[in-house]
């Protein structure tokens, strides 16, 4: 498939294209593409996301901390008690001997969190850059109906200039000229519409980098010279490094981590204790120490053994469920792709090339009366009913085409080539 990384970084980079547009800026969807990654917060809160998540790997870093006691014995009590004379006072570090590996498993489980920042980070731009290609559609094709529309008017003003003169010679009634300036009306209504819809979709795809009042154009974009792409089975494989399901590697590895960790509470940690004691009864200094360790450790880790174990279990269950998501959602797009290219090639080379000459003899057989005008307005009509249907079609192609980029995690953006190339990659 022909198509740049799938990471698309050069993006970011141009970011003089997040600069207001002037009126009359001619905007490609790689101009979209810039200004969405320069702007949107989506794209930034990773960046925080890592901050945070690097200070939780800070924090799993450290060690069991020291603790300092001082202790004071037999003072200020009653008899042999009431003074400070038969007082000890005791000095002691303390702290807790880890076993089992379990600060090595914190810290794997947030570095296990730091790396999956990465597949989410690639799978929440390619969602926004897919948005992003649907709205810069949206407006192409918004622009492309009024085309129609401009070219359905003129076929409709000719008609309704032919049926003026009929009905000045008294060849035909005021019923044929009524006729065709109302057909000519509903061409002028469809070029409202699209202008409407236009603008509509103008201020969709300005909405996502903040521009409320958009003063762009849209460049010159033909939606029917759709793109050669690779065979399914090419497209296929390369789901296995799309984002969305590298982020389940990522979770395997926390779950792991946190398997092991799970494990490491069966080994019941140490708590030691080292220091003076001072006896002011008699002024001597005496050294202590001790350890102690909890019981049944391995006993109660067993849940939390348990739980991890089945964690993980769910999650080869979720990754396999998503990759045949996946898979039937690539094959779906794939298939409306090549349906619709099929359609658009056919109605360019065979379908609208004779409607458009019977359309022109309609009018000579019409301008010297040999049919009538209901036969020559059922040819327009239907060469602008098909001149539509293969921009729908067209249309169709390109979201296929959007989805299968998102569900691959290639570049939303293919050289365009002539639909002339087939389908070979």
């Known amino acids: 498939m022909l198509s740049r990384p799938a990471a698309l970084a050069a993006l970011v980079v141009v970011l003089v294209a997040a600069l207001p547009a002037r009126a009359g800026d001619r905007l490609t969807l790689d101009d979209a593409f810039a200004r969405v990654a320069a702007f949107h917060p989506d794209l930034r809160l990773p960046a925080l996301r890592e901050q945070a998540l690097t200070a939780e790997l800070d924090a799993a870093s450290q060690r069991a901390p020291l603790r300092a006691g001082v202790e004071l014995e037999n003072a200020l009590g009653s008899g042999d008690y009431a003074g400070l004379d038969a007082a000890e006072l005791t000095l002691s570090l303390a702290s807790v001997l880890e076993r089992g590996g379990k600060r090595d498993a914190r810290r794997a489980i947030a570095l296990g969190r730091i790396d999956g920042l990465a597949p989410e980070r690639e799978a929440a731009r390619l969602d926004l850059l897919a948005d992003t ?57 469809e070029r409202s519409r699209a202008q409407q819809a236009e603008v509509a979709a103008r201020q969709h795809l300005a909405a996502l980098w903040g521009e409320r009042e958009p003063r762009f154009d849209p460049a010159a974009d033909d939606p029917l010279a759709l793109p050669a792409i690779a065979d399914f089975d090419t497209l296929a494989a390369l789901l296995e490094r799309t984002p969305e399901l590298l982020r389940f590697a990522s979770q395997r590895r926390v779950g792991e981590a946190r398997l092991q960790l799970a494990r490491s509470q069966a080994k019941a940690d140490l708590d030691w204790q080292f220091g003076a004691r001072a006896f002011n009864e008699s002024d001597d200094v005496a050294l202590i120490a001790s350890v102690s360790m909890p019981l049944g450790a391995s006993r109660r880790a067993q849940p939390d053994i348990r739980l991890a174990q089945t964690e993980l279990t769910i999650l080869e269950l979720e990754r396999e469920s998503r990759g045949l998501s996946l898979y039937s959602t690539l094959v779906e797009a794939h298939g409306r792709y090549r349906v619709a290219q099929l359609e658009v090639l056919r109605l360019r080379d065979d379908v609208l090339p004779k409607l458009a000459r019977a359309e022109a003899a309609a009018e000579q057989a019409y301008r010297a009366g040999a049919i009538s005008y209901l036969e020559w307005a059922q040819l327009q009509s239907e060469r602008a009913a098909t001149a539509r249907q293969q921009l729908e079609s067209a249309l169709d192609a390109r979201r296929a085409l959007i989805e299968i980029q998102r569900l691959t995690g290639q570049a939303l953006v293919l050289p365009a080539r002539s639909t002339e190339q087939g389908a070979s990659p």
């Open 133 to 189: 290609a649907r709205r810069y559609l949206e407006v192409v094709g918004a622009r492309r109906q009024r085309e129609l529309a401009d070219a359905d008017i003129a076929q409709r003003r000719r008609t309704v200039a032919a049926a003026q003169r009929r009905l000045d010679a008294g060849a035909s009634p005021q019923s044929v000229l009524l006729t065709a300036q109302a057909a000519l009306a509903r061409a002028e209504l």
